[in-house]
């Protein structure tokens, strides 16, 4: 073996080794639709006397870490989003009834003067709230003296010493211990056992607790922050949750629940069931016909492929991703589009070893990789800017997606030229494998391309034919979008979304009649695939879906929630918007990195091309009436990556044959390298479709419209990439006077004027 090749072999054994240990030793972070639980993300607005900025919202995270801390919900997770956002991750809660009335608490803790009892105000005093105290009797309160905010500490404790009990220590911060000081001072002013010596503390418009100040106290004096103590016949529970809602309850900012999703564990492990099936199922059909087609190398190039997924899952573990649904998704995608840098490889080698005769099957081998390259580097270029815009402009389970896809991409370029590529090299310097030319799958030319070479079809003497078909199929698809409309998921319009499953069956107008006769008549009912009703509503807080659900049970029998999305309407907005701002950045991401890669025709050719998958793919969806949402936005943007990378692969060819051929015309030199690509094109898009039909079919209805979008959008842009790219190029190529593009020379040669020619016996040997 070579050096380089021993380098690749180490390489590759010391990796698969490490990805063996970490996946054997390590397991992976699953994300709440997977492993089931609720997820809220939490908007928090500016107060009075806050400003909803990074550091008030870091405040706020920690107070509500506190509260969820008193649910006993097992490893929650909290994150702050952005300057303003909170994302809220409860493991196992699947009714967020209870978790919503303690997180999202929207009013602040206050301390109030009382004013005496019931509606009974003091004279001259600014009049406040009337609220009943711990015992049901109404108290007249004065305005908010102090926030929350000013609480510094608060901590129960037994104090054995003086006898008196459980007890509540409080402490605030400088300023706002002065105001605790002047308010206990005046409320020491009356007499004993006067409701106006006492000092009422409010949370959420309720009265937790409103002591009176000690006889010892004088007035104008007041109690000093940090010796404050309140007492009375505590047991120890009542002191810690009087304790736990006094600090816990004093966010410095309000917070709104803009989205919540809840997803049962059924539903979770069935996706990660059916995903398993599908990878399994459809890897192995991706084997089996990479095998078929290049025979020994093929095999190896499965060989590779399974070593990409040890590569990329032990990644996806190491840096403690969170594998959600879509990411699940994108993890079994990958496994498909993996196989594209081997086929690229392959199809270069065999034409090297056609058109050079007694070249070796090694050194055509060489040449492959070389000058498969370019069009390896370009392709996956493009999927990884398709990976970024998915990760920083999508949102939630989308994200997952992007890091997915990211780290599959790096993980199948590492398969391809480090793993298949000591494989191949190894098995190329057999002399059997050299010899035997239906043993290697290389020295044949292949079915496809010698069908091809015989017929020489001339795809494009007429450019605008295929221009007209092409804008035909953007007539019908905007057609649909225009007449059946865009059926946009809860996540871009707002509103709730929720799935059951009831013991009995249901039938649609049944459940949709008595969810009416109930005064949910806006109620949107549907089937849900295995006999579940899907349920979509506008505004619907969790004690009207409690509700709901109590209505279909009625029906049903006992009806548990599969599936429950919240999204405030303007979450859904802003959603919405950037939606369409991930659309833009990545036409003009692609337009910008292919102008740079290629000729300003070819770019915006390219980006026709993918204008043009954009709108077939959702008019497809609008004629067969499918949800819009941030799933089928990862679909999008992913078959955009996938569009750009088959135009890559075929504006390469025509660059570097045009090159070579400069005076011959750009149509002959485009149908030459369509026809030259076809053969890659159609093997690695069987690759794909294997894995995205046993999605399709096995992933089950999570993932069904995700495979169905990918399924439309890969056949469209292989459609495309050809049939709509080229075309459009040729005609710009007509009004365009820039030169063809120059020849690449080898390394180590010169040209001009000074350049030495060499003699025509002389062969460059030297020793």
């Not at 017929?455 to 078909?469: A, G, M, N, V």
């Not at 690509?677 to 046993?694: E, S």
């Not at 890969?714 to 190529?733: D, F």
Request: glycine fraction near 10%; charged fraction near 20%.
């Amino acid at each position: 073996m070579t050096r380089a090749t021993t380098v690749r072999a180490v390489l590759a054994a010391a990796v698969l080794l490490v990805s063996v240990l970490i996946t054997l030793t390590m397991s992976p972070r699953l994300g709440l639709d997977l492993q089931g639980g609720t997820r809220m993300v939490l908007q928090a607005t500016d107060s009075a006397t806050t400003k909803a900025d990074r550091e008030s919202t870091d405040r706020t995270l920690e107070v509500l870490r506190l509260r969820i801390d008193s649910l006993g919900v097992a490893e929650p997770t909290l994150t702050r989003s952005g300057e303003d956002r909170i994302i809220v991750e409860l493991p196992d809660v699947q009714d967020p009834r209870k978790a919503a009335e303690v997180i999202g608490r929207t009013a602040q803790l206050s301390f109030h003067a009382v004013q005496g009892p019931g509606t009974e105000q003091e004279k001259g005093k600014a009049a406040g709230p009337t609220l009943p105290d711990e015992e049901g009797r109404p108290l007249a309160l004065g305005p908010a003296r102090l926030t929350g905010a000013g609480v510094k500490d608060a901590g129960a404790s037994f104090d054995a010493q003086q006898g008196a009990g459980w007890t509540v220590a409080l402490d605030f911060h400088k300023s706002a211990g002065r105001d605790w000081t002047r308010l206990t001072g005046e409320a020491a002013c009356h007499p004993a056992q006067d409701e106006r010596r006492r000092v009422a503390i409010v949370l959420d418009d309720q009265v937790i607790s409103s002591p009176q100040v000690a006889p010892s106290v004088g007035c104008n004096v007041g109690l000093p922050s940090g010796s404050t103590q309140i007492t009375g016949s505590f047991g120890a529970d009542e002191a810690r949750d009087l304790a736990l809602l006094i600090k816990g309850g004093a966010l410095p900012l309000p917070v709104e629940i803009v989205e919540q999703r809840t997803v049962g564990p059924t539903l979770g492990a069935a996706a990660i069931d059916a995903s398993a099936r599908a990878a399994l199922i459809g890897a192995a059909a991706t084997a089996l016909f990479i095998t078929f087609v290049y025979r020994l190398f093929g095999a190896l190039a499965a060989v590779a492929l399974a070593a990409y997924g040890v590569v990329s899952y032990a990644a996806l573990v190491a840096l403690g991703v969170t594998l959600t649904l879509p990411g699940l998704a994108g993890f079994v995608l990958a496994i498909g589009m993996a196989v594209d840098a081997n086929v690229l490889v392959f199809e270069r080698a065999r034409e090297e070893y056609a058109e050079r005769s007694g070249r070796s099957l090694r050194s055509a081998m060489t040449a492959g990789f070389r000058n498969a390259w370019s069009a390896v580097a370009d392709s996956n270029v493009t999927t990884l800017i398709a990976a970024g815009l998915l990760f920083f402009l999508g949102s939630g389970p989308v994200k997952g997606f992007g890091v997915t896809l990211a780290i599959g991409v790096l993980a199948s370029m590492f398969s391809a030229l480090v793993i298949a590529r000591a494989l191949t090299e190894i098995a190329s310097r057999s002399r059997f494998v050299s010899d035997y030319r239906g043993v290697n799958g290389i020295a044949r030319p292949g079915r496809v391309r010698t069908w091809l070479a015989r017929r020489d079809p001339q795809l494009f003497r007429s450019p605008r034919r295929w221009l007209l078909i092409s804008t035909a199929l953007i007539t019908v698809a905007v057609l649909g979008i225009v007449v059946r409309g865009v059926n946009l998921g809860v996540e871009f319009t707002g509103g709730r979304l929720v799935e059951y499953s009831t013991s009995r069956p249901v039938d649609v107008e049944t459940a949709r009649t008595a969810l009416a006769g109930a005064g949910f008549g806006d109620a949107e009912v549907t089937t849900a695939g295995a006999g579940d009703l899907s349920v979509r509503t506008g505004d619907l807080d969790n004690h009207q879906e409690h509700a709901l659900r109590a209505v279909l049970a009625e029906e049903g029998g006992h009806t548990t929630k599969v599936r429950d999305e919240l999204i405030g309407p303007s979450l859904g907005d802003e959603l919405r918007r950037n939606a369409l701002i991930a659309l833009a950045v990545a036409v003009l991401v692609q337009l910008a990195y292919l102008a740079v890669r290629f000729r300003w025709t070819f770019a915006l050719a390219s980006v026709a091309a993918l204008v043009h998958d954009v709108i077939l793919l959702v008019g497809a969806f609008a004629w067969l009436g499918r949800t819009v949402d941030g799933i089928f936005l990862a679909a999008l943007l992913t078959v955009i990556g996938y569009s750009v990378n088959d135009s890559v692969v075929v504006f390469d060819r025509v660059r570097e044959l045009w090159a070579k051929a400069r005076r011959e015309s750009v149509t002959t030199i485009a149908n030459r390298a369509v026809l030259q690509t076809v053969p890659r094109t159609v093997n690695t898009g069987m690759g794909a479709l294997f894995i995205l039909a046993a999605l399709a079919v096995l992933g089950g209805d999570s993932l069904a419209d995700f495979a169905l979008a990918l399924l439309i959008g890969i056949c469209v842009g292989t459609y495309s990439s050809v049939l709509t790219a080229v075309p459009v190029a040729l005609t710009l190529e007509r009004s365009s006077k820039a030169p063809p593009p120059a020849r690449k020379r080898a390394p180590g040669r010169t040209s001009g004027a000074g350049a030495k020619r060499r003699d025509p016996r002389d062969n460059g040997a030297r020793v």
